[in-house]
């Protein structure tokens, strides 16, 4: 069984900066592109920030030059960095892979971490 377990979420001001972590576990044989979505009340989700394995990253517009994420494949773990929060930023944070489990048929699954607050206020 895999699991995403994020964590680094919490109420912070205008302008400071937060560090979100998801580790991967369970029978993982490799772990592909990860993924960082957030949700805000009464918004659809949408993807803030993804990696590749080999490391080539993307961005919503919304957070770039703010935001960094990053992955260390030796702990199965992604990351988001976010600078200068803003309160737009508010949001349920959740992480997202593509992972390969150890099965006979090495199956690949997409699993979704169960979310961490992010808040964003004065």
């Known amino acids: 069984q895999v699991q995403l377990v994020e964590s680094g979420g919490g109420l912070v001001q205008p302008g400071g900066s937060l560090r979100l972590s998801c580790a991967a576990s369970g029978s993982i044989f490799s772990i592909n592109d990860m993924s960082w979505y957030r949700q805000a009340p009464g918004k659809q989700r949408e993807l803030v920030a993804g990696i590749t394995r080999s490391g080539s990253t993307n961005y919503v517009d919304s957070v770039k030059g703010r935001f960094t994420i990053s992955r260390d494949n030796a702990k199965n773990t992604v990351y988001l960095q976010m600078n200068s929060l803003k309160p737009e930023d508010t949001a349920v944070y959740y992480c997202?892979?593509?992972?390969?489990?150890?099965?006979?048929?090495?199956?690949?699954?997409?699993?979704w971490g169960q979310g961490t607050q992010v808040t964003v206020s004065s």
């Open positions: 997202n892979a593509d992972i390969t489990d150890y099965g006979i048929r090495k199956s690949t699954y997409n699993y």
